[in-house]
């Protein structure tokens, strides 16, 4: 077995396995029940798989000018997937579109009336 081919079976399980996790991602986006297990598979499934699946273009492409391309978006996806998915989390956290029966630990409960008090203190 050479090198080159070695290389398209490792891509090939690559896109395999992100396609796999991207797919248990829309699916947890579908059956979940609310807004931070959605967030939940909507980040880390996800991302996990297009860095997969970017793995194995390279892989499979082998061009500086494809990997250095397929680098900068997994980069991308990987440092504003979490931003992106903390900012909603706290909007629906705000909104009061969480149950916060089910929260093990509400940090965000007293540093959101925190802020309320010193807004108050602010506006005296």
């Not at 997937?81 to 089910?102: E, F, M, Q």
Request: charged fraction near 20%; include cysteine; aromatic fraction near 6%.
């Amino acid at each position: 077995m050479s090198w080159t081919s070695l290389l398209d079976v490792a891509g090939a399980v690559c896109l395999l396995l992100g396609s796999f996790l991207c797919l248990a991602g829309a699916i947890g986006l579908v059956r979940f029940p609310d807004t931070l297990s959605r967030l939940h598979a909507a980040t880390k499934p996800q991302t996990l798989g297009l860095i997969l699946i970017l793995a194995g273009l390279a892989l499979t492409l082998r061009t500086w000018a494809a990997v250095t391309t397929l680098v900068l978006l997994a980069a991308t996806q990987f440092f504003t997937s979490p931003v992106s998915a903390h900012l909603v989390g706290r909007a629906a956290y705000r909104n009061r579109c969480v149950d916060v029966d089910t929260l093990v630990v509400d940090e965000l409960s007293d540093a959101l009336e925190r802020a309320e008090g010193a807004d108050e203190d602010r506006a005296r």
